[in-house]
């Protein structure tokens, strides 16, 4: 694999901006945006280097998701300082599908020891091949967090596009959650999506307001779906070991305003745990700890 060693983070708001020409069917005829998609993603790597946590910005993640502010991070924070790596392989034309479209299904984190706020670290993203899914084709992109050379934290995350049925394909999936008891109830304002979007960077329209959200086919805004998660494992924080992985099946979103459950079942290998719309039984998302 090749390497692009980048001297900072993106910026957000620009990628925001290239995606979004993106899905404008005459702008991205343009070759600068996109109208060259390979066929495949590539081989390069995008590699950033010493990078630091900001405490302000840990604090107001942590509030907006519900963990405590400690001195380790939160297990989905490195998740954030990866995102603009992610959304930069997205929209060169060298990734085969506009970012601005793709449907986020499965991600899994695992965490070979805590993180220090404290500590640098050097972020590494790649994506892996195209495989096919039942519904279209699934996109993978793979981070790896490193100290010292060595891989602390580490997630792949995987995003659908829709597209022609595979029959005989499969997709990422964790056991269902539905049946699992019921552990508390999260009342989510209209405004999270721009709340989580001003700590994070990730100002996708689908999560800003409901007129944008509209604009790609939904009823109103969406809870992104890593606060989704990181919600979760807040409310796991002190059952969680120092070392565990993570992974969570995106089912449906959640339309915002919306009353949520949270539900868990603990092992001793593991957690189950899965939030469903507290009114209509709907299942948002599966998910599942192992130690």
């Known amino acids: 694999m090749s390497e692009q060693i980048l001297d900072k983070s993106p910026g957000m708001l620009g990628l925001f901006g290239k995606a979004a020409l993106g899905t404008i069917p005459v702008l991205s005829t343009l070759p600068v945006i996109g109208a060259t998609r390979a066929p495949d993603v590539s ?91 039942p519904r279209g084709k699934a996109a993978t992109v793979v981070t790896k967090v ?3 050379g060595k891989a602390v934290w580490e997630e792949i995350s995987t995003n659908l596009r829709i597209g022609r049925s595979n ?9 269902s959650a539905a049946e699992l008891p019921f552990a508390a109830e999260w009342k989510l304002p209209a405004d999270l999506g721009r709340r989580y ?62 009353t949520v459950a949270f539900s868990e079942s603990a092992a001793d290998d593991g957690i189950a745990f899965g939030v469903k719309d507290a009114r209509k039984g709907t299942q948002h998302l599966d998910g599942r700890v192992s130690f």
């Open 43 to 133: 081989d390069e790597v995008l590699v950033l280097k010493d990078v630091t946590v900001d405490a302000d910005r840990l604090i107001a993640y942590s509030n907006v998701c519900g963990f405590t502010v400690l001195e380790t991070l939160p297990v989905t924070y490195p998740h954030m300082l990866a995102f603009p790596l992610h959304l930069k392989l997205m929209t060169e034309p060298t990734f085969p599908f506009p970012a601005i479209g793709m449907v986020h299904i499965y991600n899994k984190i695992t965490v070979h020891r805590p993180l220090q706020a404290s500590e640098t670290f050097e972020i590494r993203v790649h994506a892996e091949p195209l495989v096919d899914h």
């Open 197 to 258: 979007a001003a700590v994070s960077g990730d100002y996708n329209p689908i999560h800003i307001h409901a007129l944008s959200a509209k604009a790609f086919g939904f009823k109103s805004a969406i809870a992104h779906g890593m606060w989704t998660k990181a919600r979760c494992l807040a409310q796991l924080e002190p059952e969680l070991p120092g070392a565990y992985s993570v992974e969570v099946a995106f089912k449906r979103p959640v339309l915002l305003p919306a």
């Open 146 to 148: 490193l100290v010292d």
């Open 167 to 175: 029959d005989g394909a499969t997709a990422p999936s964790v056991d």
